[in-house]
């Protein structure tokens, strides 16, 4: 049960991506989805691209995690581009691009 909600979760997000302010076409669309795994691209005429692969570690066991790693790169208003790769898995959504703030060493 966990498994289908954060995965259901994750494909919405993912799917959804940024807010776009203008309209785009969908110009490639890969989806495999099965029982323990999945994997998408999406890129749209816009230049958005969105990827992402995922897969179910230790099923069964008291261990059992959804692993997902993924990227998504969309066009600022400005023109600049933007990059965030990602692992979500038992520890979390851990996000890494030059674009995020970084806190400050203590």
């Not at 490639?28 to 999945?38: F, L, M, N, Q």
């Not at 993924?70 to 965030?84: I, K, L, N, P, R």
Request: aromatic share 10%.
């Amino acid at each position: 049960m966990k498994f289908a909600i954060v995965f259901a979760a994750l494909f919405a997000l993912a799917i959804a991506g940024p807010v776009s302010h203008g309209e785009a076409d969908v110009v490639r669309s890969d989806v495999e989805v099965g029982p323990e795994s999945h994997s998408y691209t999406v890129e749209t005429s816009d230049g958005t691209k969105l990827e992402s692969s995922g897969h179910l570690e230790n099923a069964g066991t008291d261990n059992e995690a959804y692993v997902v790693k993924g990227s998504y790169t969309f066009f600022a208003e400005d023109g600049s581009t933007h990059t965030v790769n990602y692992v979500a898995d038992e520890n979390g959504y851990q996000p890494q691009s030059a674009d995020l703030p970084v806190a400050p060493v203590a």
